[in-house]
């Protein structure tokens, strides 16, 4: 159950083999394959020294049922590769991400992020508010999103 799961965090170079393995699974999974979007997920981002990795662990040892990641892009954070597994949609596991990703950065702290498009409405329940013209990425349309710092 979602609300039994525990958010962990921790940058690349604390995450072991399994964790790494097990995030990039799921995202492979959702972006990927079930969105038919074929792209290079993995990036620079994923192993900078100022990105945080949040996840919840599933049932199994080495599988991860939802995640997102934080880091630095210039003056604002970013929050990207926000993605869960279809049986923990709708359980409120995505929101406690945001909210721990959210409470990390400090209500101080710019966010922005690119939301596809039909989540943007997930996105404003945490203070963002698009902040630019609808784009297709992909093959997907997105809407930049921002949560301006207090």
């Known amino acids: 159950m979602a609300g039994m799961r525990e958010i962990r965090q921790g ?56 995640c997102l990641r934080l880091l630095h892009d210039g003056a604002s954070l970013r929050i990207g590769r926000v993605c869960c597994v279809p049986e923990e949609r709708g359980t409120g596991l995505s929101g406690r991400l945001m909210a721990a990703a959210l409470d990390l950065a400090g209500p101080e702290a710019d966010v922005v992020l690119d939301s596809q498009t039909y989540a943007a409405g997930f996105y404003r329940k945490y203070g963002f508010v698009e902040d630019g013209e609808e784009y297709v990425e992909d093959g997907i349309p997105h809407v930049p999103m921002r949560r301006a710092g207090k």
Request: proline share 7%; net charge negative.
């Open 11 to 66: 940058r690349f170079g604390e995450l072991d083999g399994p964790t790494v393995f097990a995030l990039a699974r799921l995202r492979q999974s959702v972006f990927v394959v079930e969105q038919e979007c074929p792209y290079p997920d993995l990036d620079g981002h994923d192993t900078a020294a100022s990105t945080v990795h949040f996840w919840a662990a599933g049932d199994e040892p080495g599988e991860a049922v939802a």
